[in-house]
């Protein structure tokens, strides 16, 4: 009875074996997907930082992704959050304060490590350092004057043809294609109604893995747009994707896993 439970285990074993190679190859020989570092490659250090970049920079990503927010004197700075500081009992909000103190102080007041924010100036030469597509998420709906700072800067720091631009806001969108119609835009989704609402604006779609559907792919796909999905942190759920066959995995693991 032992000898059999012993060789089942066994079996069961060279299963997992097996079935982890097959997906491994099946991951790699797949239609092409690209991947997107979310705020960087950030598992050892702080999200949206020179650091996070570098490290997605280095890895075979085809792009890194960021989040803007700009200063009260018109700085562009990588931030998830309006406010991404810890630890200060200050409002240190991005929209609030001029740049020149946001360059000096530290994410985290308790802290040993002198960690800054990262400029928009620096991130965009990071992605033309090593090759990658800027993919920008423009967090709040900005006027036609923000748009025409973050443009002006691409242009100086790298290349229009080097980005996506990414937003939960049609009207964002809509401002960047007035600026330039052939720019890649891309409504971020997470909702079906905000999904549909990227099909009904004729524009690419990143829906959130939640609010996702297999048949998004093959509706946007007719149209000629692309799908993204996100935040995707597992070789499963990568190969999964790919085998749907999504456009962009965006994850805050080097290619999901």
């Known amino acids: 009875m032992a000898h059999l439970t012993t060789t089942k285990k066994l079996l069961i074993s060279i299963s997992a074996i097996l079935l982890a190679m097959f997906l491994f190859c099946m991951f790699f020989s797949l239609s092409t997907v690209a991947f997107i570092s979310h705020r960087g490659y950030h598992v050892t250090c702080y999200e949206n930082t020179s650091e996070a970049f570098i490290n997605a920079g280095k890895t075979g990503d085809y792009g890194i992704e960021t989040d803007l927010q700009i200063s009260l004197d018109k700085e562009i700075f990588c931030a998830h959050d309006d406010n991404p500081f810890k630890n200060y009992t200050e409002d240190l909000s991005i929209s609030k304060t001029n740049s ?53 800067q691409v242009e100086e720091n790298y290349s229009v043809d080097k980005i996506i631009v990414t937003s939960y806001y049609v009207e964002v969108l809509s401002l960047f294609k007035a600026k330039n119609k052939d720019l890649p835009l891309s409504l971020i989704a997470d909702t079906r109604i905000a999904v549909e609402n990227a099909l009904l604006n004729n524009l690419n779609v990143c829906i959130s893995m939640g609010a996702f559907k297999p048949a998004d792919v093959q509706t946007f796909h007719k149209k000629g747009l692309t799908v993204a999905v996100w935040t995707v942190n597992s070789m499963f759920l990568s190969t999964v994707y790919k085998l749907i066959g999504v456009d962009f995995i965006i994850s805050d693991l080097y290619n999901g896993f």
Do not use: R
């Open 100 to 152: 020149e103190k946001l360059k000096t102080t530290k994410i985290d007041a308790k802290s040993s490590k002198n960690i800054y924010l990262c400029t928009f100036k620096d991130y965009l030469k990071i992605c033309k350092q090593y090759n990658k597509i800027a993919v920008l998420d423009i967090k709040t709906i900005c006027s036609i004057n923000d748009v025409e700072l973050i443009y002006k």
